[in-house]
């Protein structure tokens, strides 16, 4: 198993900036290749945030596209989502991800979700 630790979450004022962590802990069986950030808004389904591979590929969403930023220190395995000119439509749980390989294929692991709101 994987157990995923987020940080970071807050209230904040629209424009403002917040940094979310998230730290997967060590395995023998699991290899990290994908860590990223979904987020879930009240009555709405969970959707992609960001992701980025041990290679250093990313994928985001096209609405957090030149606002937020993901980075990975691969040697901590810890992912960082760095969320600037936040609006109120950012407000949701945020759920860090990580995709473990192993010999029995591709793991699939949450953190238990961090709260971010956006509001004056």
């Known amino acids: 198993q994987v157990q995923l630790v987020e940080s970071g979450g807050g209230l904040v004022q629209p424009g403002g900036s917040l940094r979310l962590s998230c730290a997967a802990s060590e395995s023998s069986i699991f290899s990290i290749v994908r860590m990223g950030w979904y987020r879930q808004a009240p009555g709405k389904q969970r959707e992609l945030v960001a992701t980025?591979?041990?290679?250093?590929?990313?994928n985001s969403v096209d609405s957090v596209k030149g606002r937020f930023t993901i980075s990975r220190d691969n040697a901590k395995n810890i992912v960082y989502l760095q969320m600037n000119s936040l609006k109120p439509e950012d407000t949701a749980v945020y759920y860090c991800?990580?995709?473990?390989?192993?010999?029995?294929?591709?793991?699939?692991?949450w953190g238990q979700g961090t709260q971010v709101a956006v509001s004056s």
């Open positions: 980025i591979t041990s290679g250093g590929s990313t």
């Open positions: 991800n990580a995709d473990g390989r192993w010999v029995g294929g591709i793991q699939s692991f």
